[in-house]
């Protein structure tokens, strides 16, 4: 009778080491979820202001008729 009080104690133990296992690994799936959402919202903001950015620019490129700078980039039959 005592044998099986220590198996059932040590059955306990496992499973609670295991349940804590997994808790702590599905908080750290939650954080990375969320860190990954917040990029993508970061990214998405910072396209809007380059892209303002870019339409300002060109704004200006016009108005004082700056002509747009030459392609960069390695030559090709096509470009030349």
């Known amino acids: 009778m005592f044998t099986r009080d220590i198996e059932i104690e040590r059955l306990k133990a496992e499973y609670q080491s295991l349940r804590s296992a997994q808790d702590s690994i599905l908080e750290m799936m939650n ?11 970061s990214i998405a903001r910072l396209e809007e202001a380059v892209s303002a950015n870019q339409a300002a620019l ?8 700056i002509p747009p ?12």
């Open 69 to 80: 700078k030459p392609a960069m980039g390695f030559r090709t039959e096509e470009n030349e």
């Open 58 to 65: 060109a704004a200006l490129l016009d108005h004082f008729e």
């Open 31 to 41: 954080v990375t979820a969320l860190t990954q959402i917040r990029m993508e919202e």
